[in-house]
């Protein structure tokens, strides 16, 4: 992505009042559910479910619908995508997606769904998401990296799966050597261990701020045991998960400048 690509992934729905607009960024307009009628430029269509719309930069455009509808609208650089899928998404706004990109929306429409939306957790998602649509989109095999990318908000969306690096690899339609070669180039680590970090992060996440046992935790975060998870705890935190977890809700919050106590008067 390019630096100052406006990348961002919404869910809207639309009415039958004309929302016309226009904007310095592209965007692709997915439907999940009902259907919209749109207008991009001179051209009109009518797009669902397995369809997408694509609106150049600066170029107006309208949808209505007269009946219940969700679609993901995804804002983007055009420069992020290839000239040859630009050119071709210009000439033709409105087209059907190929089951591999169906599955990416699918895929993407259940994260949103079960991840917490906030711009700051869906973002990085997102971020991984978009160039295998792109990709995908103009019908070339995803490059390593991307296969890597895919794989790593896969494994994200189910933590607790029964993953080894063989399985990974093929998820990731890549040999076992090569995912770990990958693996060592990106991010400076082994698939394995950087499983290892992403359950411990996810389980320091549910004991600082929910109530679920500790048992329950191992079993959905892909430990074996309680005790598999404790030690994992210990080597990470130094603690093992109850005390992590007393320590992390008993600690105050932080007062933003509204909480604060108002100064004692004097007295008079």
């Known amino acids: ?18 929302t016309t607009d226009r904007h310095g960024f592209a965007q692709i307009v997915l439907p999940l559910e009902g259907a919209l009628v749109m207008e ?9 479910r397995g369809e997408l719309a694509f609106v150049e930069t600066d ?16 804002d983007l650089d055009p420069e992020d995508l290839s000239p040859h899928l630009r ?3 210009g000439r033709r706004p ?34 991984r998401w978009a160039p295998l649509l792109f990709e995908t989109l103009a019908g070339s095999p ?11 908000t896969a494994v994200e969306a189910a933590p607790g799966r029964n993953w080894s690096a063989a399985s990974m690899a093929s998820h990731a339609g890549l040999g076992v ?44 975060f892909g430990y074996c045991d309680q005790s598999a998870l404790t ?13 992590y977890r007393r320590r992390m809700q008993d600690a105050p919050s932080p007062l933003t400048p509204g909480d604060r106590p108002e100064p004692a008067s004097k007295p008079a």
């Open 231 to 243: 030690r994992a705890m210990r080597k990470a935190t130094g603690m093992p998960p109850a005390a």
């Open 1 to 18: 992505m390019s630096p100052s690509s406006p990348l961002s992934l919404d869910m809207r729905s639309y009415g039958a009042e004309s």
């Open 87 to 89: 050119e071709e998404l």
């Open 142 to 152: 995803p490059r390593a990296r991307l296969r890597l990318a895919g794989l790593m």
């Open 40 to 48: 991009v430029g001179s051209r009109g269509g009518r797009i669902g």
């Open 94 to 127: 409105f087209c059907a997606l190929s089951p591999a990109a169906n599955k990416l929306v699918d895929f993407m429409a259940l994260m949103a769904a079960q991840t917490d939306t906030r711009p700051e957790t869906l973002h990085p998602m997102v971020e």
């Open 177 to 220: 050597s090569r995912l770990h070669e990958l693996f060592r180039q990106e991010l400076d680590t082994t698939p394995r261990a950087w499983l290892s970090e992403l359950r411990v992060q996810k389980v320091r996440e549910e004991l600082g701020s929910g109530h679920v046992s500790i048992a329950e935790l191992a079993y959905r």
């Open 59 to 74: 170029l107006r455009h309208d949808q209505t619908s007269d009946q219940p509808n969700r679609s993901f609208i995804l």
